[in-house]
């Protein structure tokens, strides 16, 4: 089971972070990844980061300025948003599959596990 938490409503350029907690056992054999959907749209990959944090994928859109980690330790994946847009408004989702081969999937598909999704609002 997957819980997200930690986003809110916030001026363009703040910072939020985004936890995404994990239950259950072998945490570490998950990848993680974290989706956003804005109203009206489809859901899309903002980042992801394999079992044990040694590949990532970021969107286009948030490279430079997003940055996803894990703790296994804390059965925990964080997405750390910084210099926030008003385009970054949406809800945000954290998903998870169980592999600890290959690069980070991107597609929703790809993923088996959600969680409930946090709002985040970004004002200009």
């Known amino acids: 089971q997957l819980q997200a938490f930690g986003g809110g409503l916030v001026q363009a350029g703040d910072s939020l972070r985004l936890s995404c907690a994990a239950s259950?056992?072998?945490?570490?054999?998950?990848?993680i990844g974290w989706f956003r959907q804005a109203p009206g749209q489809e859901r899309d990959i903002v980042a992801a980061?394999?079992?044990?944090?040694?590949?990532?994928y970021y969107a286009d859109s948030v490279k430079g300025r997003f940055t996803i980690s894990r703790d296994n330790a804390k059965n925990t994946v964080f997405l750390q948003m910084n210099s926030l847009k008003p385009e970054d408004t949406a809800v945000y989702y954290c998903?998870?599959?169980?592999?600890?081969?290959?690069?980070?999937?991107?597609?929703?598909?790809?993923?088996?596990?959600w969680g409930q999704g946090t709002q985040v609002t970004v004002s200009s």
């Open positions: 998903a998870a599959y169980m592999s600890r081969f290959g690069l980070p999937r991107t597609l929703s598909g790809q993923y088996n596990y």
């Open positions: 259950g056992r072998s945490f570490e054999t998950y990848a």
């Open positions: 980061i394999t079992w044990n944090g040694g590949n990532t």
